[in-house]
């Protein structure tokens, strides 16, 4: 996406606030829908599902409002997107990054053991929930879909695009591409930080922004967006295989 933002069109200040100010939308948006909106609509089958579809308005809200203050052309970049995913069930120049990104889960215990228990904040949530319920019988089988559709396709998706194809795209422009990276990994890690309200995820989640940034660096943020999809989906099937989800 670096064509969509012409660096002689911009300041340094300027181009600093639009990445931190995506940041911020993403990190606030994600975090009111999950902890208040979620509970203002019926129950469909769980709360795990009113999780999910929160999850998808707030990123398809963010997705467009972010794409329109960009002019994002959306049939190109969803090309590049079909692009990316065809490369990777095909070829094998994505397996040394997904490698990796499974590998970046060894982090995971050294986060438990360094603050798992941290809290950042309060536990922040909606006093009021809707005593409504539907489709309760359904609930196991709709919660498998949502998870796999929402967490396992379309959420990596509008992270990618915000976080490597906006925030990321933006940084690059005035500082150097490790540092560029490693800052937006670290905002993508509190951002889950704040959603969480734990540190449980910090380091793992870190190191799995900054190989998704080296991919997106190196390719496009459709490419760190197919691993990043591919993670998701793994993961989340597996969690849903072994009763974690």
Request: glycine share 6%; with cysteine.
């Amino acid at each position: 996406m670096e064509q969509l933002f012409p660096s002689s069109k911009s300041s340094t200040v300027q181009t600093l606030s639009v990445a931190l100010s995506v940041a911020a939308a993403t990190m606030a948006g994600e975090y009111f829908f999950r902890r208040f909106v979620m509970f203002w609509f019926p129950t469909i089958g769980d709360l795990k599902v009113n999780d999910m579809i929160s999850s998808l308005i707030v990123y398809i809200l963010l997705m467009l409002i972010c794409g329109l203050a960009i002019h994002t052309n959306w049939k190109l970049e969803l090309k590049g997107l079909v692009f990316s995913l065809r490369e990777l069930i095909k070829t094998w120049q994505y397996v040394p990054w997904l490698l990796l990104l499974a590998l970046s889960a060894a982090l995971l215990p050294l986060d438990r053991l360094l603050w798992g228990g941290a809290k950042l904040m309060p536990w922040f949530t909606s006093s009021y929930q809707s005593s409504t319920k539907w489709f309760v019988a359904q609930a196991p089988t709709i919660r498998v879909v949502a998870l796999v559709s929402v967490n396992g396709f379309f959420v990596p998706l509008a992270e990618e695009f915000l976080w490597r194809g906006i925030v990321q795209v933006r940084l690059l422009r005035i500082l150097p591409a490790p540092l560029a990276i490693g800052i937006t990994a670290v905002l993508f890690s509190f951002k889950h930080v704040l959603v969480d309200d734990s540190f449980g995820r910090f380091l793992f989640i870190i190191a799995f922004g900054v190989i998704c940034g080296v991919v997106a660096r190196r390719k496009s943020w459709q490419a760190s967006a197919s691993v990043h999809m591919f993670t998701n989906t793994a993961g989340t099937i597996v969690a849903l295989a072994v009763g974690m989800s």
